[in-house]
């Protein structure tokens, strides 16, 4: 999971084969999107260009990308 934010990049892993590092992700996946931020999420194997719009944590996903909502004025 890689979150695009004020401080960067950051990355966060977890293993199928591991319930504690999938709770914590699933953990973080429901408070970024509490701070209304908006996950993307990509197949194994997918370009990027296939990611699309998510509203549930994807284990399995290839990647899943956190933006900040882009604001008009």
Do not use: N, Y
């Not at 695009?4 to 914590?24: F, I, N, Q, R």
């Not at 970024?32 to 399995?60: M, T, Y």
């Amino acid at each position: 999971m890689r979150i695009l934010d004020h401080t960067g990049d950051t990355c966060v892993a977890w293993s199928l084969d591991d319930p504690a590092s999938l709770a914590e992700a699933e953990a973080l996946f429901e408070r970024l999107r509490a701070e209304r931020k908006i996950p993307f999420a990509r197949a194994v194997g997918a370009p990027a260009a296939d990611a699309e719009r998510v509203s549930r944590f994807d284990p399995a996903a290839e990647e899943i990308v956190w933006v900040r909502p882009v604001q008009g004025g």
